[in-house]
């Protein structure tokens, strides 16, 4: 701990070092750490001190750039500079450069929490142009039958056809086709201030699909709800206002006023539908999907495309195989899973939002092998007997952890692909997997979510 003054508000002159895991680089001044957000390794900059805890490091921003980096573009983020929002931690690098960053950042936390050096590269997801009106979708899907409401006029799809630019560098703006926006006390939908609970209403950030956020700065919102905007794969808008959450109840440091703050952050807070349907339409290899627009989907427009593929190329399962896909959502995997076992397997699907196995089950009624089921992972998995061949993972932010590897590793399957958003979360889970006598044997990283620093993982494990 550092005994000294508070730093906050200080602009020191530093070099920046190393990217670390959070969207920042590290940088040393008078024998103390600084995180510096937006800037780049071996950068000059001035930099304010954000916040100072004390601790051996304090938070700052890159105010000025006294020697840029090459890797340096004019930022096509206007709402996450400095003293902004967190939405884009990297919009003033170029793609490649965000690449190697996340590369870094991998490469780093699998030394440090692994205990394992390895190289990595962060791959791009496939170019494609899609939005508000496009027919978007997964590479040779199908096109779907129309949803339950008639899109109005606004949201009726054009004829403009998905196109794929192949081999072109991934786009770093309109990739995201799920945003949940905050609403401010005088009714405007915006984001967070970085580590901050003020609300920015400016709504220009890159990330959303073309025609996502159109007319959302226009209305009023209820004061304290939050927003949910789905653009699906038939190009159609939902726009999900979800309620205010109840009153915290009364403040207090002991148990039950804890666990009952606790439930009250997590009881389910009434959704109305603002204009869609509510149900989004997506599609993975061909099969079509309508799930709650609310409810999780990756939200690159790519992503479950490409790890779906990835997934079935890596599990690899004979006709009749078992399998499980833990933490699965609407079956996304389990689906892939089933077409290779065919009926004669069995593909048990675990997750613990209802809704999204009920989804999951309407849209893989049709694979006898595949049973979705409503639980918490870490209970499920610790009543299972028989180990399947093969088990795909696909964790929270979080990561699955002890609690899940020890009982998944101890029930000896072939192969286990774990799949991870968070590069720290993803090193420990593959730390302890190593420990439990498994081997990496496949490693690919995807730049899934541009100008973040979050970037997907995924790995095929083989027992040594
Ligand atoms: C990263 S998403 C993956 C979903 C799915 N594989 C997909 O690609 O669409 C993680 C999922 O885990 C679920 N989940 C979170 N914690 C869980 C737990 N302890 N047990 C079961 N499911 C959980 C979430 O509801 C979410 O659907």
Redesign the pocket.
């Known amino acids: 701990m550092s005994a000294g003054p508070d730093w906050s508000g200080r602009t020191p002159q530093v070099r920046l070092g190393p990217p670390g895991h959070g969207g920042f680089c590290v940088a040393r001044h008078e024998g103390r750490v600084l995180f510096v957000r937006h800037g780049l390794p071996g950068e000059l900059v001035r930099a304010r001190v954000t916040e100072d805890r004390g601790g051996s490091f304090c938070r700052a921003e890159a105010i000025d750039i006294l020697e840029a980096s090459p890797d340096r573009v004019p930022p096509n983020c206007p709402v996450s500079g400095p003293g902004g929002a967190g939405c884009c931690d990297f919009a003033f690098a170029t793609p490649q450069a965000q690449r190697a960053l996340k590369a870094s950042v991998v490469r780093e936390q699998l030394r440090r929490l692994a205990h394992w050096e390895t190289d990595i590269v962060v791959e791009m997801l496939p170019v494609r142009e899609t939005g508000l009106g496009s027919r978007a979708g997964g590479a040779g899907r199908s096109r779907g039958p129309a949803t339950g409401s008639e899109p109005d006029a606004e949201h009726r799809l054009r004829e403009d056809a998905t196109v794929v630019v192949p081999g072109a560098e991934a786009p770093e703006v309109g990739w995201r086709t799920r945003v949940r926006l905050v609403v401010d006390a005088e009714g405007r939908a915006g984001v967070h201030r970085y580590r901050s609970s003020d609300v920015i209403t400016d709504l220009r950030c890159p990330q959303p699909v073309s025609g996502a956020m159109d007319g959302i700065a226009d209305r009023a919102w209820t004061p304290g709800a939050e927003l949910v905007i789905a653009v699906d794969a038939d190009g159609l808008r939902h726009i999900v206002e979800v309620a205010p959450p109840a009153a915290p109840p009364r403040r207090g440091g002991d148990r039950r006023a804890t666990a009952a703050r606790r439930a009250a952050a997590h009881a389910r807070r009434a959704e109305r539908v603002v204009s869609g349907s509510g149900r989004a339409v997506q599609y993975v290899a061909g099969r079509r999907w309508e799930v709650s627009a609310t ?4 939200p690159h427009r790519d992503a ?1 495309q490409r ?2 593929d990835v997934v079935a190329e890596w599990a690899d399962l004979a006709p009749g195989a078992t399998a499980w ?9 389990a689906a892939r899973l089933a077409e290779q076992t065919g009926p004669g397997g069995s593909v048990l699907g ?4 209802r809704s ?1 196995v009920a989804d999951g089950a309407a849209a893989l009624r049709d694979l006898p092998a595949v049973d979705l089921r409503s ?4 209970r ?1 998995i610790a009543a299972q007997d028989r180990a399947p061949e093969v088990v ?1 993972l ?4 979080a990561g699955a952890g002890k609690q899940v590897i020890t009982p998944l590793t101890a029930a000896a399957p072939a192969r286990i692909v774990h ?1 991870g ?1 968070d590069p720290a979360a993803f090193a420990r889970d593959v730390g302890l997997y190593r420990e439990a006598g498994y081997r990496v044997r496949e490693l690919r990283a995807f730049d899934a979510f541009p100008a973040t620093h979050h970037v997907e993982c995924l790995a095929l494990f083989e027992r040594a």
Not at 375 to 378: A, P, Q, S
């Open positions: 409810g999780f989907w990756q479950a790890y779906s896909d833990l933490y699965c959502g609407a079956g996304v995997f675990v997750e613990s939002a999204a639980d918490r992972v870490e499920w795909v696909d964790p929270p932010r799949i958003c």
